[in-house]
């Protein structure tokens, strides 16, 4: 914390602020360095991609945004308020939601439970987060399988409900982790179109996602991470023709194959 950041709150509309500012971002397990010197601001109203090859560090990144784990180093200021030491439960208050690479839904209880949950943290009375829950239900089309238990859902549903949990909470930044893996084309097309309704609602959205051809006509900029570092940022058009980004992909596409 600095006079510098104090200021800024002070001396920004609060609408034209960006909803999320990072600065100088570190994050070490043992000796491995997974982000370095990590500094961007998300434009509220936007969706960004937050893009790189396996073990960039995009995940270990969504979980210092989301609160999961404090940075050894760094800054996560968001709305102005420097949030860099507050846990999961206090961001999500604040509001800010993540979804997870791997569904984390409660399969015994139902989908409207589910989401409930997420409701709850807005709603004290049942009777008002269950009608949240099943207007978030309506919004992600999952208001037809609001009955059924959680884990009789497709692997594409799951990831509508792990989505529709986020926004139950009603965050005003959204963290997408690959919500796209595995989803067949239509289903993609559908996922995009969800996004692009989130964004619509004034949701800010940061994407994870491996799938370029997704990724890159859906959202506003991207930021490309590499050993941990910003390796470029920008309109997504300009980000995939820089070649630092080609040699990056080509290099992990040569690793996997
Ligand atoms: N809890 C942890 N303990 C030790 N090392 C970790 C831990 N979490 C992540 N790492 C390491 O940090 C680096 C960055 O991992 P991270 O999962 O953030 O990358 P990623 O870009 O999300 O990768 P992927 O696209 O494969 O999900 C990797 O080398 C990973 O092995």
């Not at 790189?52 to 995009?58: D, E, I, L, S, Y």
Request: with cysteine.
């Amino acid at each position: 914390m600095n006079a510098a950041n104090d200021a800024r709150p002070a001396t920004t509309p609060a609408a034209d602020r960006p909803i999320l500012q990072l600065t100088d971002i570190w994050q070490r397990f043992g000796g491995l360095v997974a982000n370095a010197e990590v500094t961007f601001d998300v434009p509220r109203g936007q969706i960004l991609g937050l893009i790189g090859p396996n073990g960039a560090g995009k995940s270990t990144l969504f979980g210092i945004i989301a609160g999961a784990r404090a940075p050894v180093q760094g800054q996560v200021v968001f709305e102005g308020r420097d949030v860099t030491r507050l846990d999961a439960p206090a961001r999500c208050a604040l509001g800010i939601a993540r979804t997870y690479q791997v569904p984390r839904s409660f399969d015994s209880m139902s989908v409207l439970d589910n989401v409930m949950v997420g409701s709850f943290s807005r709603h004290t009375r049942a009777a008002a987060a269950r009608e949240a829950a099943l207007e978030v239900l309506d919004f992600t089309g999952l208001i037809g399988r609001a009955g059924a238990s959680a884990g009789d859902l497709t692997p594409p549903e799951k990831r509508r409900l792990e989505v529709a949990r986020a926004l139950a909470t009603e965050p005003r930044l959204l963290l997408l982790d690959e919500v796209m893996t595995g989803l067949t084309p239509s289903e993609a097309r559908k996922g995009v179109e969800l996004i692009r309704r989130i964004r619509d609602r004034g949701i800010t959205v940061i994407m994870v996602e491996h799938v370029m051809e997704i990724v890159m006509p859906l959202v506003d900029r991207a930021i490309v991470l590499n050993l941990g570092r910003v390796l470029s940022q920008g309109a997504p058009q300009e980000v995939v023709r820089d070649p630092a980004v080609v040699a990056a992909y080509l290099g992990d596409r040569h690793r996997a194959a």
